[in-house]
């Protein structure tokens, strides 16, 4: 058992290689005129600029926060830092031949190639996908097709030039910059994202999708995605994030904003796989990421699925707003680590509106010498009338080395709330293995079954495309990793 | 670490307390140097307020604002109903103390002394000096609590209870804890408890204020050993008036194959905050924590409750459940905490609440620390109103809405009072609370 143990434990990074795309990289550190360096080479209008501005004189006044987190982690040197990195040369790309071909290598390694995508264009279960290299969107896809539907998919730098009225109104209207920390400095310095609208009455005919990675070493990533979903719309949204293996570890803080209007719902989906750190704890990616929806209209609906399998830290608590009366916000999550491996990781729910519901499952699963947190915070205003909410959060331990916590918030000021908190934890049954091992499976084999089925609950809510990958990075942070 | 220090005026009369508490008392060089340890630990820490993450619901300045004098003198004698509270449970050893000392004339001493070695804490420090010193402070000189280390450090009233080894008290210990003051005052007192190897107790701890209006603030720490094979229950009821601030903390060890049933009930007092701290150090170590919130009105309540497995094959089991009618409001805060080596743990956690009014509040905090594999661990939470088929079933059988709403609340606090294993004791509280809810 132990040699599975340490097999698995040993396994290299898959998703480590850097392309040698060149950069067109910002300097070391960070201070205004960083940030107007920023902002003019993205050459954006004064009020971003104004935003930025404002956001970093925030942050100088903040504090990290260091205590509550049940993480522990070198101090970061935030003038370390290069801010802006953007793959050279940085014109506009009409057609993939224009496409460096370094860079569709690259997705080819990363198992999204957009050759592939164009040529199916026009089946309908393709996903259009908005590639974002060191935080600068290098290609969205599947654009025309959408902006026939009127649905607007384009970097954030994009929006900012062509639909600025948008961006104004909903930027930080989630995440104002004064939110935290991590949020203060993304809404300074954020170099591009995605940026989605969905008009009114339109159901999105595709899989949305982004796929992050940073490239440049000692780099960080500072992405914002802003998603605005108009009334009785549907989109759903994938994320896909890795990193090259680099010792140092590399910052991302990003910030993921999502308006959900009247009977609109939006469907966010994560596959975390930021490269984790080696098997002794070096280097790995620091994941400090401020992600909130708002159900703004009455019967709106987020949902959000994750995971998490990456980062040597992960910081990170995707939250809805009910507002709107009948809104339903979801979570479902299953966060892995594995190694030296860190994740303090959960969600909030805030009730306000009347009627609202709420369900969080959420899965942990470590191994080695790693630390799963769930942290969730479930909160019923006074006056939010029958909100209703259901969290569960099991934990699954594997080796004696590794820590699984539990620190639920329940905060309850109506009496018409009916809020049930339920949390497990324990180890893969010996039972369980031995029923799977006498009817011919290997302890490996025995153990992918049996994590599966345990995770089965979130996996089920991925969309198909993703499920198979997250399936696949299941097993191959996990396999036989039960001593 | 933030903290709030206490104001400058109190400052003052706050180490004045202190230094001449430390002069008059006369205790071994090792124990001064604790209670030392212990002031020095609150300076850095403070009063609590609510950037504090373990008193993030529960802040303490405005409380400690109104506290006028830190050493209150020692009172002798209070008119009180002592009948009343005897009335509990006839068969025991009743114990009465006013903040904190010993009322001989009224207390079953003689009787009481021909079973168990007991005497006041200021008179453990000379008749058993080893024993004192050995017990006090030990581990709650480790709990990062601000109150815990300024009743370590200042407190020098409260009761020495020491079971010898295979001893079985015949009948239960009952110490009722009353308080008066004149002044806003500060009242610590401070016990502790020692079942030796194989020795069995009841223990049943009352607390009640002699004037339904005043103010002070009560802050009281037992600490609690069990050895081996030893088996105590200590039940608490707290029935103080609705000014009264009490704040408790209880530090209980617990040795191979012991027991240890606690059981907290809180209807009274304005502003009350329960620290109950169980380290479980020996294997097999078996131990029921329960408690029960009745708030109305005003009141607050905060129940921390700190369970700590460091040695494989123990269990613990947990049972809160609350009621918060009115702008009451509370908190519960459980952890559970498995070290490393604790394998086969299995611990066990629920908490219940219920609210009835648009005002009141409720925030639980069900915590799981686990370094350990092989273990079960689990926690339940939730909170709700009062099902509406029961009550419709009730009614459909000829009850009225009140009786039936009664008779549901009842209910519900009963799975709690029935853990109690003190017939009497626990017939008292089933009426108290059928009262309370006047069924």
């Not at chain 1, 793959?87 to 190639?113: A, C, H, M, R």
Request: hydrophobic letters at 35%; proline letters at 3%; aromatic letters at 10%.
């Amino acid at each position: 058992m132990s040699d599975i143990l340490h097999e698995v434990t040993s396994s290299e990074y898959k998703y480590g290689f850097t392309s040698d795309i060149e950069m067109d990289t910002a300097p070391m550190g960070l201070n205004e005129d960083i940030i107007r360096f920023i902002s003019k080479k993205k050459n954006e209008p004064d009020w971003m600029l104004e935003f930025r501005l404002k956001a970093f004189a925030k942050w100088l006044t903040m504090n990290e926060p260091r205590n509550w987190a049940h993480l522990k982690y070198p101090a970061i040197d935030f003038q370390k830092i290069i801010y802006y990195a953007a793959p050279k040369p940085k014109k506009q790309l009409n057609s993939l031949d224009e496409v460096d071909p370094e860079l569709l290598k690259t997705f080819e390694k990363l198992g999204i190639s957009l050759e592939e995508q164009k040529r199916l264009s026009g089946v309908s279960s393709n996903i259009a996908v908005d590639a974002v290299i060191d935080s600068v969107s290098v290609k969205t896809t599947f654009k025309e097709t959408l902006a026939e539907k009127g649905i607007i998919f384009c970097s954030f730098s994009e929006a900012v030039q062509e639909h600025p009225d948008l961006v104004k109104k909903y930027m930080g209207s989630v995440v104002p910059y004064t939110d935290n920390f991590y949020a203060a400095l993304n809404s300074a310095v954020f170099t591009d994202g995605s940026f989605c609208y969905i008009p009114k009455g339109v159901r999105c005919p595709m899989e949305l999708s982004t796929y992050f990675r940073i490239n440049t070493a000692g780099t960080g990533q500072f992405e914002r995605t802003l998603i605005i979903a108009d009334e009785s719309s549907y989109a759903s949204y994938l994320e896909g994030c890795t990193a090259p293996k680099r010792d140092e570890n590399q910052l991302h803080a990003a910030i993921v904003e999502i308006i959900a209007h009247k009977n609109a719902e939006v469907k966010y989906s994560t596959v975390q796989n930021w490269f984790p750190g080696d098997k002794n704890g070096n280097g790995g990616i620091f994941n400090f990421v401020t992600k909130r929806g708002i159900c703004f209209g009455d019967n709106s609906k987020i949902s959000w699925t994750q995971v998490e399998t990456g980062s040597a830290i992960t910081w990170k608590y995707p939250s809805v707003i009910l507002k709107g009366n009948n809104s339903v916000g979801e979570f479902y999550s299953v966060a892995v680590t594995n190694n030296y491996q860190q994740a303090d990781t959960g969600t909030k729910m805030i009730h306000l509106g009347d009627n609202t519901r709420s369900t969080i499952v959420s899965k942990g699963i470590s191994a080695g010498f790693s630390n799963n947190s769930y942290r969730g915070l479930v909160r019923v205003a006074k006056g939010a009338k029958n909100a209703r909410n259901f969290s569960q959060c099991d934990s699954l331990l594997m080796g004696d080395k590794c820590g699984a916590h539990t620190f639920p918030y329940i905060e309850i000021k109506d009496p018409s709330a009916v809020v049930e908190h339920e949390a497990t934890t324990s180890k893969i049954g010996e039972d369980q293995l031995f029923y799977c091992k006498q009817r011919g499976l290997d302890t490996e084999k025995a153990i992918g079954l049996i994590v599966n089925g345990y995770c089965k609950e979130v996996l089920n809510q991925l969309p198909m495309e993703f499920a198979v990958e997250a399936q696949k990075l299941l097993s191959v942070s996990l396999e036989g990793s039960v001593g | 670490m933030s903290t709030t220090l206490p104001l400058l005026s109190q400052q003052q009369a706050l180490s004045d307390a202190f230094k001449s508490v430390s002069s008059l008392l006369d205790e071994r060089i090792s124990l001064k140097t604790l209670r030392k340890k212990a002031w020095d630990n609150f300076t850095i820490l403070g009063f609590p307020n609510k950037s504090n993450e373990e008193y993030k619901y529960s802040g303490t300045e405005k409380l400690i604002e109104k506290i006028e004098c830190w050493n209150p003198e020692a009172l002798t004698t209070v008119d009180f109903d002592f009948d009343k509270v005897r009335k509990i449970n006839p068969n025991a050893y009743h114990l009465f103390l006013i903040n904190g000392k010993l009322m001989p004339v009224v207390s079953d001493i003689e009787l009481l002394e021909k079973e168990c070695s007991f005497c006041s804490l200021s008179q453990a420090a000379k008749d058993y000096p080893e024993m004192f010193e050995k017990h006090l402070g030990q581990s709650s000189i480790h709990f990062q609590d601000a109150f815990a280390q300024i009743n370590l450090a200042l407190a020098h009233e409260g009761l020495f209870i020491h079971m010898k080894p295979k001893q079985k008290l015949h009948k239960t210990i009952q110490i009722n804890q009353i308080f008066t003051t004149e002044t806003p005052s500060f009242i610590q007192t401070h016990h502790i408890i020692i079942a030796e190897a194989l020795s069995e107790a009841n223990i049943i701890e009352t607390y009640w204020s002699a004037d339904n209006t005043i103010f002070y603030f009560g802050n009281h720490l037992t600490e609690i050993a069990v050895s081996e094979q030893a088996q105590l229950n200590y039940y608490r009821l707290q029935h103080e008036n609705t000014s009264a601030v009490h704040v408790s903390t209880i530090q209980a060890t617990q040795q191979k194959d012991s027991h240890f049933d606690t059981n907290t009930i809180s209807i009274g007092g304005f502003w009350t905050r329960n620290n109950l701290n169980i380290i479980l150090e020996g294997k097999n170590a078996v131990s029921h924590l329960n408690g029960l919130q009745i708030m109305s009105h005003q009141q607050h309540i905060d129940n921390h409750t700190l369970v700590d497995h460091e040695v494989p094959h123990c269990e613990s089991n947990q049972l809160y459940k609350g009621i918060f009618n009115q702008k009451s409001s509370g908190v519960f805060n459980g952890k559970i905490f498995v070290r490393k080596d604790a394998q086969k743990t299995n611990a066990y956690q629920s908490s219940k609440n219920m609210l009835l009014s648009e005002n009141a509040t409720i925030n639980t905090k069900p915590q799981l620390e686990i370094y350990a594999d092989d273990v079960k661990c689990s926690h339940g939470s939730s909170t709700g109103k009062i099902d509406e088929s029961a009550l419709f079933y009730l009614q459909a059988r000829g009850l009225s809405t009140d009786s039936a709403r009664a008779m549901l609340m009842c209910a519900f606090a009963n799975d709690v009072i029935q853990t109690i294993r003190i017939e009497p004791f626990k017939g008292y509280l089933e009426s108290l609370i059928e009262d309370y809810f006047n069924l």
